[in-house]
């Protein structure tokens, strides 16, 4: 019950910093009389829920799971620290790469009760700014080691699409100066 307590104590400390949202939650609070925090917690159920029954489940855990780290994205460029490009580079990776298997195996997932709010749960886990951060222990278990295993197939590869593609414009560009001149 303290761990319980411990995290709700935080989450209100953050809740009382200065931004635009917790600011948005003093006016509410203000003219409802309803404390920050039962707010939140309120929003947090309504979420959960829509996600469990609602039209779009899978739209809203998409948008949860792109709307907060491209912020957090855009706020690290601007940022001198490397540490938070990196943290915000390794999420989006594991993102990319999560979205390329969900497209693949999506026949199947869609048939999994709950997916959007498990899809939801797991995008926050790799987003969530604590030490145990999905998207780094994704990165270094999983993904790291194959790309590295794999990396010499793969620059070859890419170096090859490149020369195709570079040949293909130059072959495009051609076509494009002989039918102007005609």
């Known amino acids: 019950m303290n761990l319980i307590e411990g995290y709700r104590s ?4 953050k809740l ?3 931004n635009v949202f917790t600011d948005s939650l003093a006016i509410v609070e203000a003219k409802t009389g309803v404390k920050r925090i039962h707010l939140v917690g309120g929003l947090i159920a309504f979420i959960i829920l829509y996600l469990i029954v609602g039209y779009g489940g899978q739209f809203l855990a998409n948008f949860i799971g792109f709307l907060y780290p491209a912020y957090c994205s855009v ?8 540490d938070d490009d990196t943290k915000w580079l390794t999420y989006w990776v594991v993102y990319a790469t999560f979205s390329l ?8 997932l869609f048939w999994i009760p709950l997916y959007a709010l498990l899809k939801c749960i797991f995008l926050v886990y790799c987003m969530a ?16 080691p194959f790309i590295l295993k794999h990396q010499t197939k793969i620059d070859s590869t890419l170096a090859r699409a490149s020369e195709m593609a570079s040949e293909f414009a130059n072959e495009v560009d051609q076509q494009y100066d002989e039918h102007k001149r005609d």
Request: no cysteine; aromatic share 16%.
């Open 101 to 108: 298997l969900e497209f693949f195996t999506d026949i199947f």
């Open 16 to 18: 009382h910093e200065k």
């Open 10 to 13: 935080q989450l209100d400390k």
């Open 129 to 144: 700014p604590t030490s145990w951060n999905g998207s780094l222990m994704i990165y270094q278990r999983f993904i790291k």
């Open 75 to 82: 706020k690290a460029i601007e940022t001198k620290e490397k």
